[in-house]
């Protein structure tokens, strides 16, 4: 049988480690897992790559998939950008992601 669910830990934008549990049969993005357990990501455009209030930083060496162009376009006007910058609803879970470690980027300029 498949796993289901799938563990990944997140670094809220106060440093403080949250391990949480995400079913992956249900075709949910690493966004709406961090809204779901209320991580502070806001995800204000819907998960569409066009906000990057969803911006997380990929500290674990998980092979992602390669980004599309809106993925691309949103990190080049977003702030606080690295090279392992990813818009979590741009990053659809998987059993692949078990053990994924994300790390919250700030909140741009309001």
């Not at 897992?33 to 060496?61: H, I, P, R």
């Amino acid at each position: 049988m498949d796993k289901v669910d799938i563990q990944i830990k997140v670094y809220d934008r106060e440093g403080v480690e949250h391990d949480i549990t995400v079913p992956t049969d249900i075709g949910m993005t690493l966004m709406e897992a961090c809204k779901a357990y209320d991580l502070g990501v806001e995800g204000t455009c819907g998960g569409m790559a066009l906000c990057a209030s969803c911006q997380v930083y990929v500290e674990s060496d998980h092979q992602l998939h390669e980004q599309g162009d809106a993925e691309l376009d949103m990190l080049d006007q977003a702030f606080f950008v690295k090279p392992n910058s990813r818009l979590g609803c741009q990053i659809h879970l998987s059993n692949e992601l078990d053990g994924l470690v994300v790390r919250i980027a700030p909140k741009g300029l309001e």
